[in-house]
């Protein structure tokens, strides 16, 4: 039972606030801030408590998304639903920050409205609530040069309107009814990698979580297939499993909106290798101060890269300055005191490729004891177009076949969850 | 509040409203009322629009309507009378042929919360019951639980009560739910709704039809029903195993809390379904979200408290992410410190020992508690660790291996020597007092291992004057008193100054009243002081228990899904042993009198079995070493490394100690672990079993008995 649902910015100010119930007085939203305000650390605890009241919150899209609630109900319950209101509130408004939600305070409360009712959550499917959703999303995407480029000149046809411009799928499920947008459809492959490899280089653990997520502005139906060695899966309720067993062929009616198709897991055996390494070399050079030596492997087939690779390396206390020799202009380094850290931020990487860097810190009193706090390196990285487990869609069929014309986007990617290399 | 000349905003928006040429343009008439609702949720005070957005309300336009009443409900309380004025719109809303418009009304005007409308309300909502559209009927059986809560004190009408029963049936899902939800608060007094055989299958049986948030409420309200046979609880528990699996996590806690309170009287079955939700727990622990990765640790730690081993294998899978939080950093190690064992023991704290490092200074301290943890049962390992640790110099560090060093201690006495090693040059880098206060306490009580440890006091007693803290002051007169008492020649002329100092200058009450009583029991006698402070050094009640005793489902089954486990743990980190360690020891009770007649009968081979292991009973004549305290028992057991594995509490018959140790010798290819018994039951045997090692046992009995012995001695 949900007795308030608030939710907040970064910096407190009130965006949306809907009392249900009438128990708990209006200032809860100023007691949550100031809780939050009050502890430091990266994030407040999930769940908090003050005279009874208890707060319950998580983080979506830089926002706090708050329920007050009673001791007694089931947290697993109020954080799945308010990681359900926030997706809700992607798929009407297109995406998720500050300003959407801003701009579409309207339509947000008419949908806390019929999702929720007297604190007990009545509905979340967007399939339902698309019946009784009459405001209209005002889109905050800005205008943007890049829009321009797709654009090809006097009109031809260009290579790059093959690829659909990564925004494309920021945009309201609503729109496709009333300014006869296009019908699409987007099969997204996502995986999240969590790897430790060992100072000597081991793989100590690799743990692949992956989902399948359709993203549909189509107004009826479809299905698709993938084959591959999976260890743990779960599909969305809607999803008919008759032919998956013998075809790995997954038929599905997806509602407008997000939805979660399939979520799986693979643990320790990788189907390839993972796909950075490091050698790195560290010691102290006759003048005091400390190098590091690092090379970066990146074992991917060479047609792919890894995107906005950032290596993050823990340094020890008090380290002053930095001087760095990288391997290209396009790659930068920086010492980050607050979090103790060398951030060496790799733009583009490809397969294949080694690349280093030489650190030279300026830390005064370094011991030999210094070195144990150069600890584990951090990576974090996108693989576009790939996924750690080599899960594919084959073919993305709709049946039955659309009238007009539609298009149908399928795209792989791979996150660093927790990427580790210790030294 | 956030604008500045509110009332100038309230003023324009007035205008604007009650303008004849805005009223007639649709878009522009919507598009004010959005700004008013835009300046009310972000804090401003409209209620001085009240009336003209009552006309506003009288509209056909659907998501006007829904704007104004967004206001509406918002402000009626503070506007009574005008709120009637929106009553009779809403009642023609309710007759409305567009079912959305019919609910819309309905679920508006109970939500205004004004007991005065009560007598307009009801009729409505006796009419939505049985409206057409499935979304009216949702609204109306939600709507009356709302009006019950209006006015608590009158009664809801009998008949509604049977109508909202026979809407159970109800073919719309989210309608069954809703009466469930309305008559549990509309019940409340008398317990809830009535969940009785015939109303819990037929939820069971139509619980596929609901989506999650419904399953839940379902799953929720079933746990008061008790199954009038087995067969029954069966059938229900197998209907509902599908669920277990979910994953959804939402569905898998309540259907687990549901199996728990069905189960309460079968602990085999429950714990079998702990284990069917192993693996859609570990998945919620790597949800995308972080919170739900959070939820799922806590009630995993729960269940770790039934089934210690549950996890073992999945260790790796509560490994920190560099980028996660520290909250659930912190989570997943004291996860980790639980499923330690000999396998992955070193994998493991080679991983905490990355954290040690850790940017966030509680991670670090809580990473190195952990690995204190673990040092209870692999001391040497973690004791190498945490002393490389201290090379670090920083002060947050060391003073967090000092402090885990005195707990490890206090727990683990064999492990003094390295730490009394480790102590030496500490005191420079120590800053705040908790770090100082553990140093000190580890000084006192093992000073005459740590060569210079006076030198180190006597730091700390030229700058007592400027010491802020009070525990640390406390700490310092104990620590002081206890070295005197073992180099008196070294520490006699600054516990002079010491003492000294605190009677005539201190000027906190607490800490003059100790140097004074340390100043009269000197003059007591030396004897007499010895006595007074030299207590222990570890503490005999904790022993070797390798993790917690698994726990019966039942002490935490309440508490699973709920708020409580979330908040748990950020007291239980605090709570674990600040201050001195003997502070929360509780003093061993004086000892009925133990007679001497202690004699070793006879040493019988019971059972030399074809398996790898003997039995072997004995009967030792001790009829009162039950009445000794099981703490010094125990650490007397200790000092001849035989350890501690359980008892039952004192004066209670059967009275039971288990105990194991094994041999350590350098020339045998495996060491031989003996487990033992120790039955007392008036006059019973003591039993050991073995694996085949006859010398070893003989060696074990004999040592046992010894102590025995010595133990009545002691106390006769």
Known sequence: MISQIFILSSKGDHLIYKDFRGESGGDAVGVFYEKVTALTGDQPPVVMSHKGLHFVHVRQGGLYWVATTTADSSPFTIIEFLNRLSALVKDYCGSLSEKSVQMNFALIYELLDEAVDYGYIQTTSSDVLKNFIQTEAVSSRPFSLFDLSNVGLFGAETQQSKVAPSSAATRPIQSSREQGGKSEIFVDVIERMSVVIGSNGMLMKADVEGEIRVKCYLPNCSGYGAAVRVDEVSFHQMVRLDEFDSHRILRLCPSQGEQMVMQYQLSDDLPSAPPFRLFPTIERDSGGRLLMYLKLRCDLPPKSAAINVAATIPVPKGSLSLSQELSSPDQSAELKPQSRAVVWKIPRFTGGMQLSALFKLEVPGLSSASLLEVGPVGLSFELPKLTATGLQIRFLRLSPVQPGPSQRWVRYVTHSDSYTIRI | ?716
């Open chain 2, 1 to 716: 509040m956030p604008y500045l000349g509110g009332e100038e905003t309230v003023r324009e928006l007035r205008r604007a409203l009650s303008n004849p040429n805005v009223q007639s343009d649709q878009l522009r008439y919507r598009n004010t009322i959005l700004k008013v609702i835009r300046a009310m949720s972000q804090g401003v005070d409209m209620s001085g629009l009240f009336s003209e957005m009552v006309k506003a309300c009288a509209t056909v336009d659907v998501v006007q309507k829904k704007l104004v009443y967004v206001f509406l409900c918002s402000y009626a309380a503070l506007n009574p009378e005008l709120s009637l004025l929106v009553i009779n719109t809403l009642r023609k809303d309710c007759q409305d042929p567009n079912p959305m418009v019919r609910s819309l009304a309905l679920r508006n005007m109970t939500n205004l919360r004004l007991p005065s409308l009560v007598e307009y309300v009801e009729q409505p909502l006796a009419a939505g019951l049985r409206d057409r559209a499935a979304c009216v009927r949702r609204v109306a059986v939600l709507g009356w639980a709302k009006l019950h809560n209006l006015q608590a004190s009158s009664e809801i009408d009998a008949a509604v009560v049977n109508e909202l029963y026979s809407l159970l049936r109800d073919p719309d899902p989210v309608v069954m739910v809703n009466c469930l939800r309305a008559l549990e608060e509309i019940l409340k007094d008398e317990g809830g709704v009535a969940i009785n055989k015939p109303i819990t299958h037929h939820l069971l049986n139509r619980l596929k039809e609901c989506d999650i948030w419904g399953q839940c409420q379902v799953l929720r309200v079933l746990q008061r029903y008790r199954p009038q046979s087995e067969d029954e609880l069966f059938d229900i528990l197998s209907l509902l195993d599908a669920s277990l699996v979910s994953p959804h996590p939402p569905i898998m806690a309540a259907t687990l809390s549901l199996f728990l309170s069905l189960c309460s009287g079968q602990p085999a079955v429950s714990l079998a379904a702990l284990e069917r939700v192993r693996g859609p727990l570990l998945a919620a622990c790597g949800s995308g979200s972080r919170e739900m990765r959070f939820t799922a640790l806590c009630h995993i730690q729960l269940l770790l408290r039934s089934i210690p081993g549950l996890m073992g294998a999945h260790y790796k899978r509560f490994f920190c992410g560099y980028a996660e939080p520290a909250y659930i950093k912190q989570r997943k190690m004291q996860v980790l410190v639980e499923l330690v064992n000999d396998e992955n023991v070193a994998m493991l704290l080679d991983e905490l020992k990355g954290y040690c490092t850790d940017v966030n200074a509680e991670t670090a301290q809580a990473a190195i508690t952990a690995i204190g943890r673990i040092g209870r049962s692999y001391s040497d390992r973690c004791l190498e660790i945490l002393t490389g640790l201290l090379g670090l110099k920083q002060d947050h560090i060391t003073s967090a291996v000092v402090q885990t060093m005195r707990d490890l201690v206090w727990v683990c006495p064999q492990c003094s020597d390295t730490v009394c090693f480790a102590l030496e040059g500490c005191e420079e880098t120590l800053q705040d007092s908790q770090g100082r206060q553990a140093l000190l306490w580890l000084l006192g009580v093992y000073g005459e291992r740590v060569s210079s440890a006076p030198y180190t006091l006597e730091v700390f007693i030229d700058g007592v004057r400027s010491e802020a803290s009070l525990g640390v002051k406390m700490e310092l007169l104990t620590a002081t008193m206890r070295l005197f008492l073992c180099r008196p020649a070294e520490t006699q002329d600054m516990l002079g100054r010491l003492l000294h100092y605190c009677i005539e200058e201190e000027t906190d009450m607490c800490v003059r009243d100790q140097a004074l009583l340390y100043y009269r029991l000197l003059h007591c006698g030396i004897e007499e002081t010895r006595k007074v402070l030299q207590g222990r050094r570890s503490d005999p009640s904790l022993g070797v228990l390798i993790g917690r005793p698994a726990e019966p489902v039942s002490q935490w089954a309440r508490s699973f899904n709920t708020l409580e486990p979330l908040r748990q743990g950020s007291i239980e980190t605090e709570s674990v042993s600040r201050g001195s360690p003997e502070h929360t020891m509780f003093d061993p009770k004086p000892n009925a009198d133990l007679s001497n007649t202690l004699d070793c009968s006879r040493i019988e081979k019971v059972h030399s079995g074809k398996e790898d292991f003997v039995w072997m009973e004995e009967c030792v004549r001790c009829p009162t070493i039950p009445r000794c305290s099981p703490q010094s028992l125990q650490a007397a057991m200790q000092l001849v490394n035989i350890q501690t594995l359980a008892f039952t509490p004192p004066q209670t018959l059967p009275w039971r100690v288990y105990l194991y140790t094994h041999t350590c010798l350098d020339d045998a290819p495996h060491s031989t672990l003996i487990l033992g018994e120790l039955l007392y039951t008036g006059e019973e045997p003591q039993k050991a079993e073995v694996h085949k090692d006859d010398k070893a046992l003989k060696g074990f009995l004999s040592i046992l008995t010894t102590v025995l012995h010595t133990l009545s001695s002691e106390r006769a």
